[in-house]
C-alpha cells in the first residue's frame, strides 16, 4: 500500500474515533440534564406539595399574601439555580467537544496535506500551475477555518458575559422583591 493510502486511511480512523468520543460525551451530557431534570421535577413537586399545605392552611387574605410572597422567593432561586446548572452542563460539554474536535482537526489536516504533498510530488511535467492552485487553496481553507474559530471563540465570551450579566440583574431582582 502506497504512503497517502496510508495517510488517508489513518485519518479516517482517526475521525471515526474522534465521532465515537463525540456521541460518548454527547450521551453522557443528555445523561447529565436528565438527572438535572428529574431532581428538579422531584424537588419542584415537593416544594409544590408543602406551598399549597401552607397556603391551604391561612386564614386570612393577608396571611395568605405573606405566605405566597415567602414561597416565591425561593421558587425563582431554584429556578435562577437551574439555569445556571444547565448552562454549566451546557458549556462544559461544547468545552469538551471543541477540544476534541480541535485536537482531530489538526491530525486529520497534517495527514491530508501530507498525501496531497506526496501526491503532488507525483505530478506530472508542466502542472506547475495547479499544484500551486491546490497549494493555496489549503491555506486559504486553513486561513479561513482560524478566522471562524477565532470570531466564535470571541461570540462564547460575549454570550458568556451576557449570561453572567443577566443572571446577576435576576438574583439582584429576586433579593429586591424579598
Not at 461570540?155 to 443577566?166: D, G, L, P, S
Amino acid at each position: 500500500m502506497n504512503k497517502p493510502n496510508e495517510q488517508i486511511i489513518a485519518s479516517q480512523q482517526a475521525a471515526i474515533e474522534a465521532i465515537v468520543t463525540i456521541a460518548n460525551t454527547s450521551l453522557a451530557t443528555a445523561e447529565r440534564l436528565a438527572a438535572l431534570n428529574l431532581n428538579t421535577a422531584r424537588s419542584f413537586i415537593t416544594d409544590g406539595a408543602a406551598g399549597l399545605a401552607a397556603l391551604l392552611s391561612v386564614k386570612d387574605a393577608q396571611s395568605f399574601v405573606a405566605v405566597q410572597s415567602a414561597l416565591a422567593k425561593p421558587v425563582a432561586e431554584k429556578a435562577m439555580t437551574y439555569s445556571r446548572s444547565v448552562y454549566e452542563i451546557i458549556n462544559e460539554s461544547a468545552n469538551g467537544l471543541s477540544q476534541i474536535v480541535e485536537g482531530q482537526r489538526g491530525e486529520i489536516k497534517k495527514n491530508f496535506v501530507q498525501a496531497v504533498e506526496q501526491s503532488l510530488k507525483s505530478a506530472p511535467t508542466g502542472s506547475e500551475p495547479v499544484v500551486a492552485a491546490i497549494r493555496s487553496a489549503l491555506a486559504q481553507a486553513d486561513t479561513a477555518y482560524e478566522t471562524m474559530a477565532q470570531q466564535a471563540q470571541h461570540a462564547k465570551a460575549t454570550i458568556e458575559a451576557n449570561v453572567a450579566a443577566a443572571n446577576a440583574a435576576t438574583v439582584k431582582l429576586i433579593n429586591q422583591a424579598a
